[in-house]
């Protein structure tokens, strides 16, 4: 199994799910989250005074699936999420042991 962890532009998520749906995916995680990369922030001005932002707002989806979908679901992320610009994200693919399913004890690709 693997996790896919993308940290992307929040209006990238109706794209993201409906492509994920699309594949068969049932379940994701989503956590807002802030940090910067290449981009380094932005600068904003607030009743004309300028200011940095250090860290720019995403959002992490997570979703874990089966090894054999796991490219399917990266290109489906990396082609909702792209825009072409700076600040785009990042996908992560990982490794998963193990999943079990707390209500009924499933274990392995059943819990997914």
Do not use: W
């Not at 799910?17 to 922030?41: C, D, M, N, P, Y």
């Not at 082609?79 to 990982?94: P, Q, S, V, W, Y």
């Amino acid at each position: 199994m693997k996790m896919l962890m993308c940290v992307v532009r929040p209006n990238a998520l109706d794209a993201i799910k409906e492509a994920l749906s699309g594949l068969g995916v049932q379940g994701i995680t989503v956590s807002e989250v802030k940090g910067f990369g290449r981009q380094k922030g932005h600068k904003e001005i607030y009743r004309g005074a300028e200011y940095v932002v250090d860290f720019t707002p995403k959002l992490k989806v997570e979703v874990v699936v089966r090894d054999d979908l796991a490219e399917q679901c990266l290109s489906a992320v990396r082609e909702a999420a792209r825009t072409g610009h700076i600040g785009d994200g990042k996908i992560f693919m990982l490794s998963v042991d193990e999943v079990v399913r707390i209500r009924t004890g499933e274990t392995g690709d059943a819990a997914i």
